[in-house]
């Protein structure tokens, strides 16, 4: 058996150094997926900059339009409450898929069966009777 001792050192060898490897091989290619990733959100970031620039001159050229005929405190007034009404729109048109949902009740019929969580477990049944009143456990207990 003295003679295989040496193969056993070997395989412990070959598995850490396999590891090893694989390790170095994931680290390299998580490296590479996060650097294009990274890449990607600065340009969505500076992206959304140069947008919001974008819209603040557009704002600012409105209002400069509407104080042609009006006041400039009417003008930027206008502009504002503009504003105001798309970003509401967009904000309408951003929850259009997160719609609320108010409880669920039935009127002039039964509650459902199951709780509207969707996770399907029952109602817990109701008593028919109903509970007697807690006892005070300093209160003297008295048999009848």
């Not at 340009?43 to 050229?61: F, I, M, N, Q, R």
């Amino acid at each position: 058996m003295d003679r295989f001792d040496h193969l056993e050192h070997l395989d412990k060898h070959l598995v850490e150094e396999l590891a090893q490897v694989a390790r170095e091989t994931v680290r390299d290619e998580l490296r590479e997926q996060s650097r294009k990733q990274r890449r990607t959100a600065m340009l969505y970031a500076a992206s959304g900059a140069v947008a919001l620039y974008a819209g603040g001159a557009v704002a600012l050229a409105v209002g400069l339009a509407l104080a042609i005929g009006l006041p400039g405190w009417a003008a930027a007034l206008i502009t504002a409450a503009a504003l105001g009404v798309v970003a509401y729109l967009l904000r309408g048109a951003a929850h259009s898929g997160h719609r609320r949902h108010g409880p669920h009740r039935v009127i002039g019929g039964t509650a459902p069966t199951a709780p509207p969580s969707g996770l399907g477990a029952p109602y817990p049944p109701m008593p028919v009777t109903p509970p007697p009143p807690p006892v005070d456990p300093d209160s003297p207990h008295h048999r009848a």
